[in-house]
């Protein structure tokens, strides 16, 4: 069998990935770039994956440069357009998402993961019953696709229709139990039926009362951790820029309130706020502080140590260690 230089360089990149070497693995995608620069399908297989893989660690603006060169020379290659569809997702551009998403499953009708990208940005764009529909499709599709089954979970959990969400995690979880997010997410859902009770309410639309309930949360459950009043202030900042940028319109208060909180912890380097820690006080997933931090440091193009946002240098090193100095 012969071996070509654009083969080999793709199996070198799969196996520094799969081993966790990232950015050796891209490294060697950019040089595949080069050396197959005469193969249009080689140069928008490279481009996708290198979009992928850039958005699976965070780095939308660069996913975006790939994807989209991907697409002007395979404008119908499904795949491509769903990556598109998720990288839309990403950034809360619920209309490009639904607009990829609905192309890439045009193309691919029997494909799960497609029809579930497309059903969270129908619903997310606040299409709730044709959303939903869809999202169930997805799973109907492939009952083992997990990510589709969590969907629907947290579209049944946003409209506090707990006994429905309690009832496919219960049955998700015995059938994936490796799967820790459907765990974090039936917890989530028993917690909430407990303390509202199960009645069904709409998704929030109204922007401004959203960012009102999300600054009224900064105030009143960032101090619980010690946060400096700056710090507090910046995290308001922030949010009302990202609330700016982007269209709200189907996420809870305390979710955004969390990954906010997680945000600015990030932004100042201090290791002592996780993920885990803030989902578990504001009562939400983990994967959905995650989901929503990765869209606002990526919307905002924030960075560690950011001067928009953070209490950086001396300042804030002193700040922590006033804060953490009986620990």
């Not at 199996?11 to 080069?34: C, N, P, T």
């Amino acid at each position: 069998m012969i071996v070509t230089i654009s083969s080999w360089l793709k199996e070198a990149a799969e196996k520094r990935l799969s081993g966790g070497d990232v950015r050796q693995g891209l490294a060697y995608y950019e040089k595949l770039l080069h050396s197959a620069r005469n193969d249009k399908v080689a140069v928008a297989d490279a481009n996708a994956r290198i979009g992928e893989i850039l958005l699976a660690i965070g780095e939308v603006q660069q996913a975006k440069v790939h994807l989209l060169e991907a697409t002007k020379i395979r404008p119908t290659h499904a795949h491509y357009l769903f990556l598109l569809s998720c990288l839309y997702a990403m950034t809360a551009d619920w209309k490009r998402a639904r607009d990829f998403g609905r192309k890439a499953q045009i193309l691919e009708p029997d494909n799960s993961e497609y029809l579930r990208a497309l059903g969270w940005a129908v619903l997310c764009s606040g299409e709730l019953d044709a959303g939903e529909k869809m999202l169930r499709q997805a799973v109907t599709l492939d009952p083992t696709n997990v990510a589709a089954v969590g969907d629907v979970s947290a579209a049944l959990i946003e409209q506090r229709r707990f006994d429905e969400a309690i009832e496919i995690l219960s049955r998700a979880v015995n059938e994936h139990p490796a799967e820790t997010r459907l765990a974090d997410m039936l917890a989530v859902a028993r917690k909430f039926k407990d303390q509202v009770g199960d009645r069904t309410l709409s998704f929030p639309q109204r922007t401004n009362d959203q960012n009102a309930s999300v600054e009224s949360l900064l105030r009143e459950r960032m101090p619980e951790e010690g946060f400096h009043l700056d710090q507090i202030d910046n995290a308001i900042r922030l949010w009302h820029d990202y609330a700016r940028k982007v269209r709200l319109n189907c996420s809870s208060p305390d979710s955004w309130a969390a990954a906010v909180e997680y945000t600015i912890s990030k932004l100042d380097r201090d290791a002592r706020v996780t993920q885990k820690l803030v989902a578990t006080k504001y009562g939400i997933s983990v994967s959905s502080v995650s989901t929503k931090f990765k869209r606002i440091w990526s919307t905002l193009e924030a960075k560690e140590l950011d001067t928009r946002y953070s209490m950086h240098s001396a300042r804030a090193e002193h700040l922590f260690q006033d804060r953490h100095r009986t620990d």
